[in-house]
Nanobody, 120 residues
């Protein structure tokens, strides 16, 4: 199993920056891809950015040039980051850390979610 714990959300003024952190423990060797999703009330969860174990990175168009995803690892854990800059009101959502890992087939694990609120 994989456990994901997020931190770093909060309130920020438009144009400001925030960094989200996701600390992953457990069977980290089984993880293939990790990423960040976000969800607004009444809307579907959408992929924001994703990074694979080979280093391939994806960003949704609306965050390209503003958000940066990165991943670090030590023996016991993986830490996923999302550095967000030039934030605007459309970035106000709950952000979820995600990991795709292999346990009797590919499984998805999620963090608890972190609210990001951008005020103008």
């Amino acid at each position: 199993q994989v456990q994901l714990v997020e931190s770093g959300g909060g309130n920020v003024q438009a144009g400001g920056s925030l960094r989200l952190t996701c600390t992953t423990t457990g069977s980290i060797y089984s993880i293939n891809r990790m990423g960040w999703y976000r969800q607004a009330p009444g809307k579907e969860r959408e992929l924001v950015a994703r990074i694979s174990s080979s280093g391939d990175i994806f960003y949704r168009d609306s965050v390209k040039g503003r958000f940066n995803i990165s991943l670090s690892r030590d023996n016991a854990k993986k830490t996923l980051y999302l550095q967000m800059s030039s934030l605007n009101s459309e970035d106000t959502e709950v952000y979820y850390c995600w990991a795709e890992h292999l346990v009797d087939g590919w499984r998805d694990s999620w963090g608890q979610g972190n609210q990001v609120t951008v005020s103008s």
